[in-house]
């Protein structure tokens, strides 16, 4: 089954990517947005601290007039610069930290050529391309904690951007959790790790455009769904006890588990292979 996300209802869009999980069937990834500035916490506070050498305020990087592309003669792909220019050249509001000389973060670890050709694609391939219209950094992390973080900013002037951390274990998380994912975190596969990337792109459409969540909740209520966070399709593996600790806030508590939900779904439906969706 083919299904083509391509429409001008964008409410559809959202409907599309329910109705097909309900047919077929996570990464462990926190999104941890409650951050000073933040207008819309969504989660726990996080750990992380400034970072070192990149600008809140930054502003968009200028597009060249021609982008670079891994398909130009004397594109290297073993070059991790390369692939670091391709990325910024094509998507100005995406920085690549490269964690080397001045351009630090906390935790950071240099991408590796492979890595940054998996971001590459997972950009290209990104399904809600369109309300990723704000800037984004991407981290590569050395931290054992998560496989993917998503962190929400606002900088100076209230405008939102942000900042996605990707570490080892983005290697080995499944996209959609579920109960048939159980041994794959004994394997490494690249399809994971964009899942990952897609899944914390996820979270930062939805923080640019809460109006995303708020139609996959629609499309849920409409099709009279209650999956929670133990459904064997989707999110069974996800560490829940995580978000314990906000359920003395039902409303916050049900926009993280809903926003985790989302993310996989979309994570699944492009990365999942037992899904068996073609998304184009």
Avoid at 17 to 33: D, G, H, M, R, T
Avoid at 174 to 191: H, M, N, Q
Avoid at 209 to 218: K, V
Wanted: charged share 25%; hydrophobic share 40%.
């Amino acid at each position: 089954m083919k299904i083509s996300i391509r429409t001008t209802n964008r409410p559809l869009l959202v409907s599309i990517l329910l109705i097909s999980s309900i047919w077929v069937a996570s990464c462990e990834v926190k999104f941890i947005p409650d951050i000073d500035p933040l207008l819309l916490p969504t989660a726990p506070p996080s750990d992380f601290g400034e970072l070192d050498a990149v600008e809140a305020d930054a502003q968009p990087l200028e597009v060249e007039a021609t982008p670079i592309s891994p398909l130009d003669p004397g594109f290297d792909p073993e070059d991790p610069q390369m692939w670091i220019d391709a990325i910024e050249s094509r998507w100005p509001l995406v920085d690549v930290v490269t964690c080397e000389l001045i351009e630090m973060a906390k935790d950071c670890k240099p991408w590796t050529a492979r890595e940054l050709g998996l971001l590459y694609d997972t950009l290209e391939e990104y399904i809600l391309s369109e309300y990723i219209d704000r800037e984004i950094l991407f981290i590569r992390s050395d931290s054992s904690k998560y496989s993917g973080l998503s962190e929400p900013w606002s900088d100076n002037y209230g405008n939102p951007y942000g900042r996605i951390y990707i570490a080892d274990q983005a290697w080995i998380s499944p996209p959609a959790a579920a109960l048939y994912d159980i041994f794959d975190v004994l394997f490494k596969k690249p399809e994971r790790f964009k899942g990952t990337i897609a899944h914390e792109l996820t979270h930062a459409a939805v923080w640019f455009h809460p109006e995303l969540l708020e139609w996959w909740l629609a499309a849920k209520e409409a099709q009279g769904i209650d999956w929670g966070t133990r459904n064997w399709r989707l999110g069974l593996l996800y560490a829940w006890g995580y978000y314990d600790e906000l359920r003395d806030d039902p409303e916050l508590y049900q926009t993280s588990v809903e926003g985790e939900l989302f993310a996989m779904a979309v994570s699944a439906l492009m990365y999942d292979p037992t899904w068996g969706k073609s998304i184009e």
